[in-house]
């Protein structure tokens, strides 16, 4: 024989067999499927308080309360903040809730044209400082728990630097600190986001904001989808028949491509800065990053730190989080490295009881 | 074509096109042209025309052999008859003709009290021909690395010490992970990165551009453009950050910030809300 392809006449039957079956299977669940059944966010929680597009929800209690100091959870502006609660057995959110941790979340609603102008110093010394201020006062304390995730912790590492009296703690996860990590001996999938920005020049991103008002959430859905080649080739067709004849499976697979599906557009002010001063001039972790004229000095964060990264991170590489410890100005830093990737870490299977758990654990000893 | 061929046909087809129009003006409808002079005339341009498409026939006819004749002088470029008829040209949408013609177009004077309508059409119409350009050669890029991943997918299921691949679904993941490898590579290469910056940065130009043209019609049509939207948009958001920063005392009082609007009072769960000690542990000297 020539090649190393030995399909005997038996396998190959079997092989198509198989397909088949399942094939067969898969259609009976696709039809019995309704676009209404695939829900995503499904935990209650209510609105508690708006500006602008930006939304504070307050989740129901699920559990007696076990840690007095209420939580705001903090996505960014890339994505949505849907995917910690994306379905009933992998939810963070339900996990921090049985604990007992009392949580409110920010949606910063879906930026049009009109939202070009929002800085940064828009979103943290603005809407999220409105919010912390609004739960310290519906809660009747001075500082509160915050949890960022990705961009979004990006942006409590800067409120913590500026307003350190109002962070108790300061929990993030995947979140990016230093845009220019050492990538030697990383896999070839991690940090292509880096290595892009930094391709462009200056005057490419000015352009690129200047011609489309904002960063277009459908420019950002490629790029991250070019981040696994192959993967988004064959999505909705091995992927998918690799699932189709599993229900569980099937409804995971299409909740997850609800969430992508939602992406926002990144209002276009913001995104110059986060795209120029962070991915291209790295100024947080030099100390150089400003927001509206003060410099974002990392060392007066006091506040206890959890620093969770996810160790198979390709968007924001272990190293990029990991930065942080050097720069703050508290002893009570804690890494937390966990298995998976940048979404896996929160809404994988194995993941479920590892993350809520070690979240409430650190947060009980504080 | 000579000059003088093209000048007899241009004062028949002129000539034809004068009448008919006079015709309508008269309301005498369009002149009978059998059996007339006129009909004549018309048979007699057709003539002519067929004889000019069968002069350039055998002209082109005559080039191929002087062209390809060993030895012989070419009287034409091959290059750029070769250019002509590969594949990869047609493949991009700017010909360096076109691309040539543009320039000339777009390169001209400006001249004060004359509308630049058509300047900005044709900047338009060149930027997109740029654009179109970079995706393709962006689009090349990418098909290396492809090309890559059949070589080395060619390779590996010959090679014989390597394991066997006993199913169909072996060799398709066998495949797609030698792709999955050649373009995570190819999105490291300096070319990879320089043509996707350009298209980026070609598709933004284009697009910018584009607005260009679209507020000429507004601002003749007295409709508000995207540009003084924006202006007013930017005035509304820095008259919203200067309001926050009044109501905050400019960072110096926080207690006067915005007052946020209260949907509910929930007392806090559990043993009450007491005020968190906000002393801090192992802070660093």
Redesign the interface.
Known sequence: M???????SQ??LA?YTDFNRKMLRGKDLLDKIKGSDVEIATTPK??????DKMVLY?YE?LA???V???MLVVFGLVGRYTFIDLQEDRSLMRNLLKQ?I?IYVVDWGTPT??D???KL??YI??YL??CV??IC???????ITLLGICEGGTFCVCYSAI?P??V?NLILTITPVDFHPDTEGAP??HG?LN??TQ???SE?VD??I????NLPGDLMSFLFS??????NL?KYN?GLYDVMDDESKLMNFLRMEKWLADRPHHAGEAARQWLKDLYQENRLVKGEFELSGRRVDL?KI???VLNVFAQDDHIVPPKSAQALEAK?????YTALPLPGGHIGVFVSGKSQGILGKALVDWLKKR | MSGVEQKDWAAFWFEKQKNMLQSWIEGKGIAPLVGSSAAETAQDGMRQINDLIKRSMEGWAALVPSASAPGAQPSIDIAGLTKLFDPVEWSSAMSGGVDFSLEKLTEGPTYATISDLDRKIVNAQKLWLQRAAEIESYRQVVQTAWNRAFERFGKSINDKTAPPLKSARAVLDLWLSTVNEALLEMHHLPEFLEAQRRMTRTAAEYRLQERELVESFCEANHIPTRTEMDEMQRTVQELKRELRALRRGDGKDQKQALTPRPVSKRKASGSGAPKTDTSRRGVKP
Not at chain 1, 137 to 143: C, H, L, P, T, W
Not at chain 1, 226 to 231: F, L
């Open positions: 020539n090649s190393r392809i030995q399909i005997d396998q190959a092989e209510r609105e508690v308080f708006r500006q307050h209690p007696k309360r076990t007095e100091v209420p007992g009392d044209r009109g070009r102008w929002l110093e828009d010394e603005g400082n409105e201020e609004f006062k519906e809660n009747g304390v001075d500082a307003r009296e109002r108790r070839l999938h292509l290595t892009w391709s462009m020049t490419d352009l690129l200047d011609a489309n008002g070019m981040m696994a080649p192959v993967n064959t091995l060392n006091r506040a206890p703050v100005g508290t002893r009570d």
